[in-house]
């Protein structure tokens, strides 16, 4: 009896208690960092995306575009405790002599037992969707509409350099070819370079000014004028004309008609690839062309892509490809403005500016 009574081991639970909490949203205090950590991880995702794709048009590769449509987070936080006080004996046999009588432990066991536990847990959803079909062709391969133009220029953005990137034609005078060439015996970048130049000189004295039209009948931009001399001259319009229609077209029908054949989206990046110089081996190699000569190439002024084997510690944006890292400096404002310009205009592509009529004023004289 003795010695199944020293085996024998009754469990008593004094007290035992659990507080479980969870959560599944932690509150305000989390939307500051998550907005600017978000923001700052897509702007950075996406700057990266569009100079893989300017490098790989440098390349003669097919662009590939993944678009964020939705970040969503989800936090879990769990706490929880628990205390245990587990007595192996019975309290009638606390008493001396039966604790003898029975050679029970002269101490009962007393087991104290104390728990806590806390989780948190951050989990962020992302969809990703390619971009093609009809979206692909309205924000990449139709032409950037004037309107845009105009408005990017109202902007602040500079106008040489909205015609130099974005504009292949304008009544009659050619901006670079975009194809794959090399120096053209044919092409002359010099008018199209002074028209840049007349253009921004007037902006650069405050003079180039946008307002707004609405017309029920039309929905048209024009131009108000009288224009310059030296800009009516190059444009080969007549100076005492006073309203000039803004068009979306390769070649103007009547001599009141300011035809702007823009670019898309992908040819203005085009251009822009052929403003860098690729590595020498791959040049060597065949993997890419030479590229067009700078001095035929409005557009190679306003972005500088540079490449080395090592990523660059000062980088504003850089990608890995081909085995080189392409990157732009920090330091380089020109390059990064330009780069800002291209996604704006991602942007702006999917904007519906129709009902807008500018109309741009230019001072008069010579």
């Known amino acids: 009896m003795g010695s199944r009574m020293k085996r024998l081991r009754i469990l008593v639970v004094a007290s035992m208690f659990a507080v479980p909490f969870a959560c599944r949203s932690v509150g305000p205090r989390t939307i500051p960092g998550d907005r600017f950590n978000y923001n700052e991880a897509g702007a950075q995702s996406a700057s990266q995306q569009l100079l893989l794709n300017i490098v790989r048009l440098r390349y003669g590769e097919p662009t590939y575009w ?7 987070s989800q936090y879990e936080l769990k706490a929880g405790g628990a205390l245990s006080w587990f007595d192996y004996s019975l309290e009638p046999l606390r008493n001396p002599a039966l604790r003898a009588v029975y050679g029970l432990d002269p101490d009962p066991a ?8 806390l989780s948190f847990s951050d989990r962020p959803t992302i969809s990703y969707s390619p971009l093609q079909g009809k979206e692909f062709a309205s924000r ?8 845009t133009i105009m408005y990017l220029a109202e902007s602040g953005w500079p106008i040489d350099r909205i015609l130099d990137c974005c504009v292949q ?3 009659g005078i050619s901006n670079a070819p975009i194809h794959d060439v090399g120096i053209s015996e044919t092409f002359d970048p010099k008018p199209f370079d002074k028209l840049s130049e007349v253009l921004r000189s007037i902006q650069d004295k405050g003079d180039l000014r946008f307002t707004l039209e609405y ?3 039309e929905k048209a931009a024009y131009l108000e004028g009288p224009l310059s001399t030296e800009s009516s001259k190059l444009l080969r319009i007549n100076p005492q004309q006073r309203k000039i229609r803004l068009t979306a077209r390769s070649t103007r029908e009547s001599d009141d008609e300011l035809a702007i054949q823009a670019r898309s989206l992908l040819a203005t990046m085009f251009a822009l690839s052929e403003s860098f110089t690729p590595p020498a081996d791959h040049v060597k190699s065949g993997q890419v062309l030479p590229g067009m000569p700078t001095e035929q190439n409005a557009s190679a002024k306003w972005l500088n892509i540079e490449c080395n084997r090592l990523p660059a510690p000062d980088a504003f944006v850089q990608v890995h490809h081909n085995g080189y890292w392409f990157y ?7 390059s990064k403005r330009t780069f800002a310009l291209l996604t704006y205009l991602f942007s702006l592509q ?8 500018p109309m741009l004023t230019v001072p008069t004289g010579g």
């Open 328 to 334: 732009i400096p920090r330091t380089d404002f020109r």
């Open 66 to 72: 993944l678009e964020i449509t939705s970040m969503l």
């Open 215 to 217: 017309n029920a009948k």
């Open 140 to 147: 990449l391969m139709a032409p950037i509409p004037p309107v």
């Open 110 to 117: 007393l087991d104290k037992q104390q728990e806590a536990n």
């Open 169 to 171: 034609r304008i009544n």
């Open 350 to 357: 999917t904007a519906d500016l129709s009902g807008m009529a």
